[in-house]
């Protein structure tokens, strides 16, 4: 009882002693897991919309004129591998557009006509024939132009390919930077108790004894900037999800309790593993040193 005392009440003199350092650790501590959570949240988010655009298996063509559709229409249902063709008119192009972003009357309002122009959309029957089906189309001397699921996808998933790596980087600079502020504030702490800590190892107390409320200390640091950084980045997505939702209703984000139990597990085990490792390293290499015969 008397040992867990000592710790405890060691551990908030440490917190406390030098408070201007140990607040600059953790304001430190909170922007790196910001920048890690925010980077994460990014890549998995570009890499679900891109998931969710592939599995759409559906090319539109856009047409020069309206008397192509007669055509087109024909020319797709010969085609093996579309399972099912739908001509959309400019006036149902503008009634979808304002169900998706609501300002269908905005834009008539503007330009005074429908520029939506007539199209015709093709189901595919499997996501390998969804680019040969496209140029296909494409070739048509109907059609002025064509949009695939495919080709937002690929460019979405190169993105996110890139998002994943500026993660991985962002996180090893981070726990660089973490690293370097981290030791040196157990180092501080250190030295200015290294008298004492020299007369208690001398009197028989054991490295743990002494080592733990620095630990401790390191944990506290860690775990408490995850939290503060996990609290504040949760707040913020919320915001945005809500803010996206107003403004662009046709893009998802994701939104579901496992994204915040998952940033917990990650952000703030990463910062009580980061702050352990900090203070095991720094304090091991001083008691080490403080026992070597003089």
Not at 117 to 135: H, K
Not at 146 to 175: D, H, K, Q
Not at 202 to 213: D, I, K, Q, R
Not at 237 to 261: A, G, N, Q
Request: glycine share 6%.
């Amino acid at each position: 009882m008397a040992t867990f005392k000592y710790i405890i009440r060691d551990t908030m003199r440490l917190l406390t002693r030098h408070f201007g350092v140990v607040l600059l650790t953790l304001v430190t501590v909170v922007a790196v897991f910001l920048a890690v959570g925010m980077s994460i949240l990014l890549s998995v988010n570009v890499a679900s919309l891109a998931s969710q655009i592939e599995s759409d298996l559906t090319v539109e063509a856009y047409l020069k004129d309206q008397e192509a559709r007669s055509a087109v229409l024909e020319k797709l249902k010969n085609m093996p591998e579309i399972k099912e063709v739908r001509y959309i008119s400019p006036e149902e192009a503008l009634k979808r557009l304002d169900a998706k972003i609501g300002q269908g009357e905005q834009i008539i309002s503007l330009l005074g006509d429908n520029p939506l122009p007539p199209s015709v959309i093709a189901t595919v029957d499997r996501a390998e024939n969804l680019s040969t089906v496209a140029r296909e189309i494409e070739a048509f001397p109907e059609v002025e132009d064509v949009i695939y699921a495919g080709e937002v996808a690929e460019r979405l998933a190169s993105l996110a390919y890139f998002l994943n790596r500026f993660a991985m980087a962002v996180f090893f600079v981070a726990l660089l930077t973490s690293l370097v502020i981290m030791m040196n504030t157990i180092r501080i702490a250190l030295y200015s108790r290294r008298e004492e800590i020299g007369v208690m190892l001398l009197v028989g107390a054991t490295p743990s004894y002494v080592s733990l409320p620095f630990l401790l200390q390191g944990v506290i640091l860690g775990g408490v900037g995850a939290l503060i950084a996990l609290f504040l980045l949760l707040r913020a997505y919320r915001w945005l999800v809500d803010v996206l939702s107003k403004v662009l209703p046709f893009f998802t984000m994701l939104d579901s309790p496992e994204i915040s139990l998952w940033l917990f597990c990650l952000l703030v085990g990463g910062g009580v593993a980061l702050g352990w490792l900090c203070s095991w390293t720094a304090v091991y290499k001083y008691v080490r040193r403080a026992l070597k015969p003089r």
